[in-house]
């Protein structure tokens, strides 16, 4: 159900930007400046916002998560990149987490064997592999897209696209990003139908997420490789609005407003959703702060002002079997 | 005992049921054995906390405040300002599912809500529904929830389902912490009077007594004079532990159990013969007579306040460092809560072993040694006089505890004691040790008789590594170093892996230990005889 009004909402967002680009200038100016300019606006605002207001709330406990050993004895050696001992080893691994992902390739799939009275844990890469190879190709597609908005085309881009059209298959050069990233949000898609526990935890919000990017990217495929729009137009018109001149972009043909709308949902959308992991997960108490707690004093701004039940409270209750006992007291 | 078999309870139905997860419905009566019961009268008002009443979850009225969804939606907002983790954690989710089967309640019993991300979104539905502009005006559709009766009635099932163990928080591509959920879900039943008697009892008993089994003073002297003699039986040493005597060198610090019920106590007597052993200048108090604090695991107000006298109790006494015995969430409190909460201990010197001159260089502001640590460097500078062979009738495996494994990164330290002490040693199968290790399902309050199916459910994936090494290498021995594993993995054991015994590091330790003085050794500090009966040596 949810899977279904997600798909309603992002087809029918693309069918808006189809029709209203293709009833004439006005309808194009607004698809392809204004709500643009609007989205690019809101979602680097948007961010701004979240992440002030997140780095705004205090961190009262230091509460890393440890995943190795612990820096105690000089000849036990320990792990820095799983239980850091400081800013280095921190840094270590928010990149580990960052980059490739770590705590997902831990992945294991239970598997329970009744006949056996057995529990197997299988090491399950899939969703790491599907993962990384959607983000990252995101990532570099994103910086290839650099090649429309910077004149001249900066070297950096161009190695880029070299590297990335390295089999030289097709005309123009199919990327193996695309593939790569079509294949990664398929896989993601495809685990939320046809795994009973991701079925059944899906929101409608966790599709939308995913035919909004799948949109953007068949978009992007079609204008490239069978469409074969003039890119001399497309940079025209995106240097155009990367320079604050408010021109209609002409010669780009309608699917540039189907992918320039999607794209433009998606960046008003990524502030105000679980999009947001992305900055979020440089915030993550249990990833971000050092395992040193016995080492330096965490301070919490907030810590209130009380006491425990005080020795002195304790003898007077017990002062009887305390003496009666032998003790040694504070008063007697 | 839980009433279903091993075999029975091993078939577990992964699929989930057909009605969204949305609609709640917990029903109590038909669920008895997977819940725990409420908070008596007595406890709540002693410790002066909200809604104190004689109330049911099988009943269908549970006397909740009049304005309870305003002091909920109150709590909450105040919540978030206090709490950087339950902002992040509240908005970053993907719902990625990889924490699903990491749950060992999940993995247990199939149930979906028992999944850390569902459990998450139990409070996340609600809190998308108050505190997001797309919840406030989508609702449902952007995964809002309004908190109902019902939707409560879900929380106090599920959120007394967790046991804070961190698994999931370790596989979380965002280090996403149900630990924390579960605490600030736990935080806000407490302001409407919703909280198990298991949690809140101990620690109004830690309150008054000092520790939460609410042994005074005098039966506390009178229990650690009767461990002493029972080990004088044993070994022909008789010792004299102190107990709150000012100017000793160090402050010992134990959970209560160890010196109130087996297998504990051994571990208890284990650390006597320790310090008899190298002459330490140690004391117990039997005022600050607990270091575990129940208080971690629903509110952090009573977890400041029992805290709070290990180092009141440090300074009275005049003591230069703190030592703490064997024990899983008193070491995440020790370690991670009590420096903030009721430091700076800067009238304590930083650590040095008396013996071996080593400076705890890991503990200069908290100035609190972990037994194992401060044992492994005995060990490791050849300080005590030790027979391993006196452990031969053991065959022995290691559970990490969960706090210590994944809230201080303490795994080789109790290893390094046990291969020192033991010639027998196995590891249970990698995934289910160290930073992935699985929790005895008892832990944050949980471990009480009316919760036994559920602990046995949640026993499920421990229990099933230990009969592992039960049956691959003959392993009769489940050590540990938390008071509530010794206290719940008995239990666990007889049902899953039927012939392992639980035990403390420090039992085995003093099983080891060649005292001074003493009779020649023919049983291990349980009374068991240390060479194997006639006919298991034949099997060998």
Request: hydrophobic share 40%; charged share 20%.
């Amino acid at each position: 159900m949810g899977a279904l009004i997600s798909l309603v909402a992002v087809a029918g967002l693309a069918l808006l930007a189809a029709v209203g680009a293709s009833t004439g200038d006005g309808l194009r100016f607004v698809l392809g400046v204004i709500i643009p300019g609007v989205a690019f606006a809101v979602f680097v605002g948007g961010i701004i916002f979240r992440v002030v207001h997140w780095a705004k709330s205090p961190v009262p406990f230091r509460i890393p998560t440890t995943t190795g050993q612990e820096k105690s004895l000089p000849w036990i050696h320990n792990s820095e990149l799983e239980a850091p001992s400081g800013l280095v080893g921190v840094i270590g691994r928010m990149a580990l987490e960052v980059l490739v992902f770590r705590s997902l390739f831990r992945n294991t799939r239970v598997e329970i064997l009744p006949e056996k009275e057995k529990v197997n844990y299988i090491a399950d890469k899939a969703l790491w592999a599907a993962a990384m190879a959607f983000h990252w190709a995101m990532l570099i597609i994103v910086l290839r897209h650099f090649r429309f908005f910077l004149q001249p085309v900066p070297a950096w881009v161009e190695m880029l696209e070299k590297v990335d059209g390295f089999f030289q298959v097709g005309l123009p050069v199919y990327y193996g990003t695309t593939f790569l990233m079509v294949l990664g949000l398929a896989y993601l898609l495809a685990r939320r139908f046809f795994d009973a526990k991701l079925r059944y935890i899906s929101l409608p919000t966790d599709y939308f997420a995913l035919y909004l990017l799948l949109g953007i990217a068949l978009t992007g495929i079609v204008m490239r490789h069978i469409e074969k729009i003039d890119v001399v137009h497309v940079k025209a018109a995106i240097v155009g609005w990367a320079s604050f001149q408010a021109i209609v972009p002409i010669g780009v043909g309608l699917w540039y407003f189907v992918h320039v709308t999607l794209v433009s949902a998606l960046l008003i959308y990524f502030p105000f959703s679980k999009l947001v992991h992305a900055p979020g997960v440089f915030l993550s108490p249990t990833r971000n702060l050092a395992n040193n707690n016995r080492v330096r004093r965490h301070i919490n701004p907030w810590n209130p002002d009380i006491i425990g039940h005080t020795y002195a409270e304790w003898e007077d209750e017990f002062r009887d079997k305390l003496k009666a006992s032998g003790y040694p007291l504070e008063k007697e | 005992m839980a009433e279903k078999s091993p075999q029975e309870l091993i078939q577990i139905d992964f699929t989930p049921p057909p009605r969204n997860w949305m609609n709640p419905a917990v029903d109590f009566e038909a669920r008895r054995g997977t819940w725990s019961y409420p908070t008596g009268v007595k406890s709540l008002e002693y410790l002066g906390m909200p809604n104190p009443r004689e109330w049911s979850p099988t009943d269908a009225d549970w006397k909740l405040p009049e304005n309870w969804q305003q002091i909920i939606h109150d709590g909450f907002k105040d919540l978030l300002k206090k709490y950087r983790t339950l902002e992040v954690f509240m908005d970053i989710c993907v719902r990625c599912g990889a924490c699903a089967d990491k749950c060992h309640f999940f993995i247990g019993s199939g149930d979906p809500k028992n999944m850390p991300v569902l459990r998450a979104e139990l409070l996340r539905s609600v809190y998308r529904q108050d505190f997001t502009t797309a919840g406030k005006i989508l609702g449902s559709l952007a995964g809002g929830r309004e908190l109902t009766e019902e939707v409560l009635k879900e929380w106090y099932y599920y959120f007394f389902q967790c046991t804070e163990c961190r698994r999931c928080s370790v596989f979380c591509p965002y280090g996403i912490d149900t630990a924390e959920i579960t605490m600030m879900a736990r935080e806000l039943m407490n302001l409407v009077g919703l909280n198990i008697n298991w949690i809140l009892e101990p620690v109004a008993n830690c309150k008054r007594t000092g520790n939460h089994l609410g042994i005074q003073p005098h039966t506390y002297k009178d229990n650690v004079e009767f461990l002493v003699d029972e080990l004088e039986e044993v070994t022909g040493i008789k010792l004299d532990p102190p107990i709150n005597r000012k100017g000793a060198e160090i402050l010992f610090v134990i959970p209560s159990a160890d010196y109130f019920a087996d297998p504990g106590t051994y571990t208890f007597v284990g650390y006597l013969m320790l310090f008899e052993h190298i002459g330490l200048d140690y004391t117990l108090s039997s005022y600050a007579s607990d270091g575990g604090n129940f208080g971690l695991f629903n509110s952090a107000e009573n977890l400041k306040k029992l805290n709070w006298k290990i180092y009141h109790e440090a300074k009275r006494l005049g003591v230069k460092w703190i030592l703490g015995g064997e024990c899983g969430h008193m070491w995440r409190v020790m370690h991670q809560y009590m420096d903030t909460m009721n430091g700076p201990a800067d009238f304590l010197e930083v650590p040095v072993s008396p013996i071996t001159g080593t400076v705890f260089e890991n503990t200069i502001s908290t100035k609190m040694v972990h037994i194992c640590e401060f044992t492994s460097d005995l060990i490791h500078n050849n300080k005590l006089k030790l027979d391993k062979s006196r452990n031969d009738n053991l065959r022995v495996t290691f559970h990490d505890s969960c706090n210590p494994a994944r809230a201080m990164g303490f795994l080789e330290e109790p290893r390094y004691v046990i291969e020192n002490v033991c010639n027998h040693f196995y590891e249970m199968p990698e995934n289910t040790i160290r930073e992935n290790t699985f929790c005895c399902a008892g832990g944050a309050g949980l471990g009480n008789d009316e919760n036994m199916e559920m602990r046995m459910r949640g026993g499920l994936p421990r229990g099933n590594a230990v009969r592992w090494v039960r049956d691959h290498n003959d392993v009769n021995r489940l050590a540990c170093i938390c008071a509530i594993d010794r206290a719940t993995l008995p239990a666990l054991c007889d049902y899953w892996a039927p012939g392992v015994d639980v035990s403390g590091i420090h039992e085995m330790v003093g099983n080891a230990l060649i005292m001074e003085g003493e009779n020649e050794r023919t049983t291990d500090l349980r009374g068991e005889p240390l060479v194997p009966e006639k006919e298991e040596q034949d099997d060998v």
